[in-house]
C-alpha cells in the first residue's frame, strides 16, 4: 500500500493499523490541543464544520509543537515562522516567500469521532477506509447513565490488558470489593475467542453482595443474588468489562455495568486509559455515581502501584517464567497482538504461515 | 467437542469460539451449481473485521462447514460466501442449497484466516473451481497494494465457474482457463521458473494443489501457500506405532495419557483441559497448540514440511506424539 503520508514508521509494540482513542469529544474545540500519544506528539482541534482534525504536533520547518501555535478558521498557524496548514497538512503559506517549499507537510491522521472518544488511525491510511471504531452501545444508546474520566499510568498497555482480562488477582489486591462468590468455590471461567478479540465470563452461583454492590443498586442486604461478568478484549486500544446483578423476582431485572476502558500507548512505558463505566440503573441518582466513581478509580488505584513495579521490574517486555491455567485469555490477547505486529511488518508469524494467533 | 457444553467440576478453563447469529439478506446464484450468499447482523450491527483468505465455519443442524469468506473486507456489515453444490459430498453443500433462502437465520463462527495474503511484490494465484473464492479478496488488495500479479483460474466449464464477471475489469492479468475448452491448467508453463520473490497462492481440489506442490519444488521455500478444504490423505500408522504416551499441560500443571486410538484432545477433555476445536480432522487450525518439549507425530492438513520440522506448534485433534512425553502450552 502506497501513500505519501505513510511512513510505516513505529517501532512500538502495539499495532499501528487500528483505531486507538486520543482524546475525548469535549476535550477538543476551535483551540489547538496538543497530546502525547502513540509514541509521538499529536495536535488536536475542531474544524468550523465540526469535524475533528489530528496532525503531527510538529512543524515540518524547524520542529516547533504547532500546538504552541494558533487556530485561524481552519488552518494551522505556527508560533514559530508563521508556516500555516490546512487541516489536511497541506502547507498553504510560508509568510517569509511566495512559494510554499516542497515536502512542505504535516502527516494527518484518519480520525473518527464517537462520543464521547474521539478515535485515530495511526497506521497505514489506506487500511482505516471502510473500517470502523469498535461500537459501544451503551455509550450511544438512551437508558445509560454515564461517568468517566483518565488517567495516564507508568505501565505499558499489554500489562494494562494482562490485569484486565484477570480475575484471579482480585481477591488479594481489591478484597473489599469482590462479594463472596470470587473466593468460595469460583466457576470456570468461560474463554470465547475470535480471531481478534477474546473474552471471558462467568456465572456466579447466588451470593451476597459487596457493600457497594449493594449500595449502587439499592437491592436488599442479606440476601443472594445471581452474578454474571465478562470482560473482553476488544482490539489493543479497547477493552470492554460487564457486570451484571439479577434483582429478585418476579421482575428479575438486570443491574448491568459497563466498564469501557481505552488503552492508547503513550509509549513503550506509559499508557493513557481513557475509561467511561455506562449503568442501566439509577441512572438520575448522583450519589450512586459517586458511589461508583470511587469503585472504579479506586480499582485501578489499587492495580496502579503494582502494576507500575512490574513495569520497572520487566521494562513491560513480558518474559515471565510462568503462567497459570487463569492467564489463558491474557496469553491469547498476547497472541492476537503477536500475529497482528508480525503481519505489519511483514514477516510470517511462527503460529501459521502468519496474521492469526 | 468440548466447546458449548456445561464445563465439569475440574476445569479452571472452557474455551469456545464465538458463535455469531447472522441472516442471510442475499441469495444468488452465480454459476452452475454455485450460490453465493450474503450474509449480516439482524440488526444491522458490526460484523468482525476479517482479511483475505480468511473463512468462517457454517453451522447447519448438526453439521460445520468452512466457506472462505469472498466480499470485501472493508465491508464491516455484510459477509459473502459461495458455495458450491457437491453431489457428492457430505450433505453440508446440499443442506445449504436446498434450505437457506434471503431471510433465514444462520449461525456461524469465525472468520479465522489460515491463508494470509504476505507482502509481495508480486504473486502467483492458481484457482481451480470453487477454490476462487479466497483468492478473490486477494487480488483485490494485491492490486489495491500495487502488486505485480497474474491468476489462473481453471474449472471443469466456464458456464461452472463463478465470478469471472468479477475478475474482469483485471483484464489480462487473469487467466481463465475451463477445462472442457482449453485442458488442465498448464501448470508447466505457469510455476517453471520462480519468479523473483513471488509468492504462490493455491486454493482448489486435491488434485490441483497436489500438482501445483509438485510444481513449485524448485522454488524457495515458503513461497507456495495452499488452501486445503478437507484432510489430506494420511499414510497408514504401521502396526505398533500407535503406542501411549504422556501429554503434560504446563500452565494447568496436569499430566495426561493418551491410550492408542484416543486423540489428544479428547483425552485432555476428560482430565478437565479444554482445548479450542473445530473441524477434529486436522484442516481448520483452530486447535492449534503450541509445543515446549517432545517430538510431535504431525498428521494434520495444513503445516508445510518446514513447520513440521520447526516442532513448534501442533494440532492437537489428529496429530500424536513420536516421543513417550509431549509437553504443551496449555
Known amino acids: 500500500m502506497t501513500d505519501p503520508q505513510y511512513d510505516g514508521a513505529g517501532a512500538g509494540d502495539y499495532p499501528l493499523n487500528c483505531w486507538y482513542v486520543v482524546a475525548t469529544s469535549d476535550e477538543i474545540g476551535r483551540s489547538l490541543l496538543g497530546r502525547r500519544?502513540?509514541?509521538?506528539?499529536?495536535?488536536?482541534?475542531?474544524?468550523?464544520?465540526?469535524?475533528?482534525?489530528?496532525?503531527?504536533?510538529?512543524?515540518?520547518?524547524?520542529?516547533?509543537?504547532?500546538?504552541?501555535?494558533?487556530?485561524?478558521?481552519?488552518?494551522?498557524?505556527?508560533?514559530?515562522?508563521?508556516?500555516?496548514?490546512?487541516?489536511?497538512g497541506r502547507c498553504v503559506l510560508v509568510p517569509s516567500q511566495r512559494n510554499v517549499p516542497y515536502g512542505a507537510q504535516v502527516r494527518s491522521y484518519p480520525v473518527q469521532e464517537r462520543p464521547p472518544f474521539v478515535w485515530a488511525w495511526p497506521g497505514n491510511p489506506a487500511l482505516s477506509r471502510g473500517t470502523e471504531p469498535p461500537d459501544l452501545p451503551p455509550l450511544r444508546e438512551p437508558g445509560w447513565a454515564v461517568l468517566g474520566g483518565s488517567l495516564e499510568m507508568a505501565v505499558n498497555y499489554l500489562l494494562l490488558h494482562d490485569n484486565a482480562l484477570d480475575r484471579t488477582h482480585f481477591p488479594f489486591v481489591h478484597p473489599h470489593r469482590i462479594h463472596r462468590g470470587y473466593v468460595e468455590d469460583p466457576p470456570?471461567?468461560?474463554?470465547?475467542?475470535?480471531?481478534?478479540?477474546?473474552?471471558?465470563?462467568?456465572?456466579?452461583?447466588?451470593?451476597?453482595?459487596?457493600?457497594?454492590?449493594?449500595?449502587?443498586?439499592?437491592?436488599?442486604?442479606?440476601?443472594?443474588?445471581?452474578?454474571?461478568?465478562s470482560g473482553t478484549f476488544v482490539s489493543p486500544a479497547l477493552h470492554v468489562d460487564e457486570m451484571d446483578i439479577v434483582g429478585p423476582e418476579p421482575a428479575w431485572q438486570v443491574f448491568r455495568g459497563v466498564f469501557i476502558r481505552a488503552f492508547t500507548p503513550v509509549d513503550a512505558g506509559r499508557t493513557l486509559i481513557i475509561w467511561r463505566a455506562a449503568r442501566n440503573y439509577a441512572q438520575a441518582d448522583e450519589a450512586v455515581a459517586e458511589r461508583l466513581r470511587e469503585v472504579y478509580e479506586g480499582t485501578m488505584a489499587e492495580d496502579r502501584p503494582l502494576l507500575e513495579a512490574i513495569q520497572a521490574a520487566t521494562g513491560g517486555a513480558g518474559g515471565y517464567q510462568v503462567s497459570a491455567a487463569a492467564d489463558a485469555a491474557a496469553i491469547r490477547a498476547y497472541q492476537i497482538v503477536e500475529a497482528r505486529l508480525a503481519e505489519e511488518r511483514g514477516r510470517v508469524h511462527p503460529l501459521r504461515h502468519g496474521g492469526r494467533p | 467437542m468440548s466447546s458449548g457444553e456445561a464445563p465439569s467440576a475440574a476445569m479452571l478453563t472452557v474455551f469456545s469460539e464465538r458463535r455469531s447469529d447472522l441472516v442471510v439478506t442475499a441469495r444468488e446464484v452465480k454459476a452452475e451449481g454455485v450460490v453465493v450468499l450474503t450474509l449480516a447482523d439482524p440488526g444491522g450491527g458490526q460484523l468482525l473485521a476479517w482479511t483475505p483468505g480468511a473463512h468462517i465455519d457454517v453451522l447447519l443442524g448438526g453439521t460445520v462447514r468452512q466457506y472462505s469468506l469472498c466480499g470485501s473486507p472493508g465491508d464491516q456489515h455484510a459477509w459473502?460466501?459461495?458455495?458450491?453444490?457437491?453431489?457428492?459430498?457430505?450433505?453440508?453443500?446440499?443442506?445449504?442449497?436446498?434450505?437457506?433462502?434471503?431471510?433465514?437465520?444462520?449461525?456461524?463462527?469465525?472468520?479465522?484466516?489460515?491463508?494470509?495474503?504476505?507482502?509481495?511484490?508480486?504473486?502467483?494465484?492458481?484457482?481451480?473451481?470453487?477454490?476462487?473464492t479466497p483468492i478473490l479478496p486477494m487480488v483485490a488488495m494485491a492490486t489495491e497494494a500495487g502488486a505485480d500479479w497474474r491468476l489462473w483460474y481453471g474449472g471443469r466449464s466456464r458456464a461452472s465457474m463463478a465470478f469471472?464477471?468479477?475478475?474482469?475489469?483485471?483484464?489480462?492479468?487473469?487467466?481463465?482457463?475451463?477445462?472442457?475448452?482449453?485442458?488442465?491448467?498448464?501448470?508447466?508453463?505457469?510455476?517453471?521458473?520462480?519468479?523473483?520473490?513471488?509468492?504462490?497462492?493455491?486454493?482448489?481440489?486435491?488434485?490441483?494443489?497436489?500438482?501445483?506442490?509438485?510444481?513449485?519444488?524448485?522454488?524457495?521455500?515458503?513461497?507456495?501457500?495452499?488452501?486445503?478444504?478437507?484432510?489430506?490423505?494420511?499414510?497408514?500408522?504401521?502396526?505398533?506405532?500407535?503406542?501411549?504416551?504422556?501429554?503434560?499441560?504446563?500452565r494447568s500443571g496436569v499430566t495426561v495419557t493418551v491410550p492408542p486410538g484416543t486423540s489428544i484432545i479428547d483425552a485432555l477433555d476428560q482430565q478437565g483441559v479444554s482445548v479450542l476445536s473445530s473441524c477434529l480432522e486436522g484442516v481448520c487450525g483452530t486447535c492449534e497448540t503450541r509445543v515446549l518439549d517432545g517430538v510431535p507425530d504431525h498428521r494434520d492438513s495444513l503445516l508445510s514440511e518446514d513447520e513440521r520440522e520447526a516442532n513448534e506448534y501442533m494440532m492437537v485433534c489428529v496429530s500424536r506424539s513420536r516421543s513417550d512425553r509431549l509437553v504443551l502450552d496449555l
Open chain 1, 37 to 88: 500519544a502513540l509514541g509521538r506528539g499529536l495536535v488536536l482541534f475542531r474544524r468550523g464544520e465540526g469535524q475533528v482534525a489530528v496532525l503531527d504536533d510538529r512543524c515540518p520547518h524547524r520542529a516547533a509543537p504547532l500546538s504552541m501555535g494558533t487556530l485561524d478558521g481552519d488552518q494551522v498557524v505556527c508560533g514559530y515562522h508563521g508556516f500555516t496548514y490546512a487541516a489536511d
Open chain 1, 188 to 229: 470456570p471461567l468461560q474463554i470465547e475467542v475470535t480471531e481478534t478479540t477474546v473474552s471471558y465470563s462467568r456465572t456466579f452461583a447466588p451470593a451476597p453482595l459487596a457493600d457497594w454492590q449493594e449500595q449502587a443498586t439499592g437491592l436488599p442486604a442479606g440476601q443472594q443474588y445471581v452474578q454474571r461478568e
Open chain 2, 80 to 132: 459473502r460466501i459461495a458455495v458450491l453444490l457437491d453431489p457428492d459430498g457430505r450433505g453440508g453443500s446440499r443442506k445449504v442449497h436446498e434450505t437457506l433462502r434471503a431471510g433465514d437465520q444462520v449461525s456461524v463462527r469465525g472468520p479465522r484466516n489460515h491463508f494470509p495474503l504476505h507482502a509481495a511484490p508480486r504473486y502467483v494465484f492458481i484457482a481451480g473451481g470453487i477454490g476462487i
Open chain 2, 164 to 250: 469471472t464477471d468479477e475478475l474482469e475489469p483485471y483484464g489480462e492479468r487473469v487467466v481463465v482457463w475451463p477445462q472442457d475448452e482449453r485442458g488442465m491448467l498448464p501448470l508447466e508453463e505457469i510455476l517453471g521458473a520462480p519468479a523473483d520473490g513471488a509468492l504462490v497462492y493455491c486454493c482448489g481440489p486435491e488434485g490441483l494443489l497436489a500438482a501445483t506442490e509438485q510444481h513449485c519444488g524448485a522454488w524457495p521455500p515458503g513461497a507456495l501457500h495452499l488452501e486445503r478444504f478437507t484432510a489430506r490423505p494420511q499414510p497408514e500408522p504401521e502396526a505398533g506405532e500407535e503406542g501411549a504416551f504422556e501429554v503434560v499441560c504446563q
